[in-house]
């Protein structure tokens, strides 16, 4: 597949890392025009890659609907696999926990464990939900 082809999105290994219990490492340039990488959660819904922050993340002050963001999703065995993702986003407030950080703390910790951590958020969180609508995808892996 030609990079920037969405289609990698359906490949084996596009699959194979956005159902993963890898957290996506997300870039973005802060309002000082410096590069940030931070690993978050994710849920991929087939549309869009959401992760979820908190009130008061860093993150939100440099974050904001229409930025353009990058994310790697890449294993850390040989033969490595990586995808990578852009698009714009769209940062949306959220009162409670979004819907997608509760699917994807199943996901990481499992069914039961990953209810018990989102039951245990007290008080009820202000989140944002973050989500990126993927224009340009390649995924790649490293052969022996």
Excluded at 4 to 26: F, T
Excluded at 108 to 124: K, Q
């Amino acid at each position: 597949m030609v990079p920037g082809d969405l289609a990698v999105l359906a490949s084996p290994v596009g699959m194979e890392l956005l159902s993963s219990r890898i957290p996506a490492r997300v870039g973005y340039l802060t309002r000082a025009g410096e590069p940030r990488v931070v690993p978050l959660w994710f849920h991929w819904d087939g549309t869009e890659l959401v992760v979820a922050t908190f009130a008061g993340s860093p993150k939100l002050g440099h974050v904001r609907t229409g930025d353009r963001l990058a994310v790697s999703i890449d294993t850390e065995e040989f033969p490595y696999r990586a995808l990578q993702i852009r698009g714009p986003v769209t940062v949306t407030p959220h009162d409670g926990v979004v819907p997608e950080y509760e699917v994807a703390a199943r996901r990481y910790l499992g069914d039961a464990e990953g209810a018990a951590f989102v039951a245990g958020i007290r008080p009820p969180p202000v989140m944002t939900r973050i989500a990126l609508r993927p224009d340009w995808a390649r995924a790649m892996t490293m052969r022996p």
